[in-house]
């Protein structure tokens, strides 16, 4: 709750210091000073800063985030309009990262310097360094340019059509899979390796147990610990809705909400959007805490 | 001590890569261990006393390690050894302790899971069943509350017991060869003895050899058939116990004994103090001096072959006894007691009958 409070001062202090005007952008070239005036007192614009916060808060609490300068609408229908698109991407993406990072890193790890480690060492880096963009728009190009398998963007919602949900899914995901997923998987290479060197690995193997035994209890069972705090943190960046994707294949997520709102100087919009982002960092945070607590007994009481 | 001996080391050798080049750790290590029969190892550390027992079990970290010799266990090469059999062997054929207890549990399995999964390697006892053997083992090792134990994780445990865990992991499968490296430094004396007793039994049981790395002399003078000082590396001299803290020959295991009392007479408190600590350091593994590892820190250096050449390991004394004493220096027939600093009597003066037991 303190880290809340915290968080919603410097959300708050932050999308005011954007500079720009937001009633000059919502009106346009032309208007009057009037229409000036009423527009800034209607959105309360004309109050002190400190007033303007408290005035947020209070009505955050309440659960209410205030209405876009821009479309009249309010925050929360926006955000609850991108939500299952972007949290459809997120968990798409890090299944996708997961099972791409999970067998190559533990391989690398089990057979350094070996071909495959050398594969997955170039396919990391690779995928940590290629722009997203670019990824993207390759994989248009062919898939849904000269192969003609997949449609080249957009979302629909999985209850109306979910082959249709399934095909536009499957590039983005690869995408931001892709990326995430080099991450993670130079992780589980080097926490498999240092599982693997641990002095009860030899234990382990000194008590005449199969290897495949070992394997699993002594050395993946012990690298599960740095892969939940990786994948934690990886999925709450996709969480915070990933900009260049979305925008390439028109995907309507809150990366794109977010990145509109700062471009209109839509205040209640962004401060939402950049609200709720750290209410879902911190909602993963908690997971990851709950869930090392399950796996690593040094942890509980 | 009749029959076929349980372990047969030949010309062991291990290399290690290391960052600054290759480490000669282990340099012709060559010793029997019979039945029944306890060899205690003593050496500073980073003598190469772990490493050269873990090469023994293929428990060094593989590319890293070059081990070459022979070493039978009941007459089959480990070092030669397919791997599936060294599986059937780690264990039942040898059990093995390990130095550091803080680490070589897995701190996120219960000690029940881990004594139980050994036991389970090598049996076919169900879940119920190996449980109440794992019960049964650390109640043997001297821990209070063994059930509750079972359930518990290796934090939640002092050094001392986890130590005795480990101990009860090798004992479990009544090995033929128990490998004990420092395995009771963490424990107090009267646990100490209550260890010692159970390994005691398991030898009269079952003839189990021991190799009993250690510190302690007083461990060495209690439970120990035979000594073996290694330096560098090599064995620089073994024999009896009473031939080896009796009758030292090689200057340097006159120097690890020299700041001790007489040990026929305990000491007035009754405790053994540890080896002494003999000046300069050893050598470092990746660049061994050309001739007698010890020279660069020999207070005798008495040969002109002493930088040049290697001593080899000669029986001092008679041959023609079960267990020569040997010792690998080119001067074992000089009196040169004096010399070394730190010694508190004469040395040297020993007969050729000196050695005999
Ligand atoms: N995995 C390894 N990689 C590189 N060098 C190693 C490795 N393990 C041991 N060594 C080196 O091998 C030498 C012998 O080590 P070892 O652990 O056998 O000594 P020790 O006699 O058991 O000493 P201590 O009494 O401290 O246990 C040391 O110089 C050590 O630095
Ligand atoms: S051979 Fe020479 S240098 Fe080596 S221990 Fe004997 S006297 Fe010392
Ligand atoms: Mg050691």
Request: glycine share 10%.
């Amino acid at each position: 709750m303190v880290v809340l409070a915290g968080v919603s001062v410097i959300v708050f202090g932050l999308v005011h210091l954007v500079p720009g005007d937001p009633v000059r952008l919502a009106l346009g070239t032309r208007f009057s000073q009037d229409t000036y005036d009423a527009l800034r007192e209607r959105s309360g614009l004309d109050q002190p800063l400190v007033t303007q916060f408290f005035d947020w808060l209070g009505r955050a609490l309440s659960g209410d985030l205030g209405v876009s300068f821009r479309s009249g609408d309010t925050v929360t229908s926006l955000i609850a309009e991108r939500l299952p698109a972007t949290l459809t991407l997120a968990f798409a993406s890090i299944l996708v990262a997961l099972v791409i990072a999970v067998p190559l890193g533990t391989i690398s790890a089990l057979r350094p310097r070996s071909i495959i480690d050398r594969f997955a060492t170039l396919i990391s880096q690779f995928g940590i360094s290629v722009p997203e963009f670019w990824m993207a728009i390759v994989l248009i190009l062919v898939f849904a340019g000269t192969l003609g398998w997949l449609p080249s963007g957009g979302y629909v919602p999985l209850s109306e059509d979910p082959l249709g949900w399934l095909e536009r899914l499957v590039m983005p995901a690869v995408v931001t899979g892709v990326v995430s997923g080099s991450v993670i998987t130079r992780f589980v290479r080097s926490s498999v390796l240092e599982a693997l060197g641990a002095d009860h690995v030899r234990t382990a193997r000194a008590k005449g147990l199969p290897e495949r035994q070992v394997f699993t209890w002594h050395v993946l069972r012990n690298a599960l610990l740095p892969l939940v705090t990786v994948t934690g943190v990886q999925l709450a960046y996709l969480l915070s809705g990933v900009v260049v994707v979305e925008i390439v294949f028109s995907w309507p997520g809150l990366g794109q909400l977010a990145l509109q709102s700062v471009q209109a100087r839509d205040y209640p919009v962004l401060q939402g959007a950049i609200l709720l982002f750290a209410i879902v960092f911190l909602v993963i945070n908690l997971v990851v805490d709950l869930l090392y607590t399950a796996i690593d007994p040094r942890i509980r009481r | 001590m009749s029959g076929q001996p349980v372990l047969e080391v030949e010309d062991l050798r291990v290399r290690l890569r290391t960052p600054r080049g290759p480490a000669d750790v282990v340099n012709g290590l060559s010793y029997t261990v019979g039945a029944g029969e306890t060899v205690a190892v003593v050496g500073e550390s980073g003598s190469g006393k772990s490493v050269s027992v873990l090469a023994l079990l293929g428990l060094l970290p593989s590319g890293v390690a070059t081990v070459t010799g022979s070493a039978r266990l009941q007459g089959e090469d480990l070092l030669t050894m397919r791997p599936d059999r060294l599986r059937q062997v780690r264990g039942p054929g040898a059990g093995m302790v390990f130095q550091d207890p803080m680490t070589s549990l897995n701190p996120v399995l219960t000690i029940g899971r881990q004594v139980v999964e050994g036991i389970r390697a090598h049996s076919d006892l169900d879940k119920a069943a190996a449980r109440r053997r794992a019960a049964e083992l650390l109640a043997e090792v001297g821990l209070p509350d063994p059930e509750g134990t079972l359930d518990r994780y290796p934090h939640e445990l002092s050094g001392g017991m986890r130590q005795r865990v480990i101990i009860a992991i090798a004992l479990s499968n009544s090995p033929a060869l128990l490998i004990a490296d420092e395995a009771t430094t963490a424990l107090d004396v009267t646990v100490q003895a209550q260890i010692i007793d159970l390994v005691e039994k398991l030898q009269a049981e079952r003839g189990t050899g021991v190799i009993w790395i250690t510190h302690d002399l007083g461990v060495v003078a209690g439970i120990a058939d035979r000594v073996l000082v290694m330096y560098g590396g090599r064995c620089v001299e073994d024999g009896t116990v009473d031939d080896v803290l009796e009758n030292p020959v090689h200057p340097y295991t006159r120097g690890l004994l020299g700041a001790l009392p007489d040990l026929a007479q305990p000491a007035v408190d009754g405790v053994v103090p540890d080896l002494a600590t003999v000046p300069g350091v050893p050598p470092a593994p990746t660049d061994l001096p050309k001739g007698c590892v010890f020279w660069p820190r020999c207070p005798v250096r008495g040969d002109a072959r002493c930088e040049t050449e290697q001593p080899p390991l000669t029986v001092i004394g008679s041959a023609d006894v079960v267990l020569p004493h040997r010792a690998a220096t080119w001067c074992t027939e000089r009196t040169f007691g004096a010399e070394s600093p730190g010694v508190g009597r004469t040395f040297g003066a020993e007969s050729p009958e000196g050695g005999l037991r």
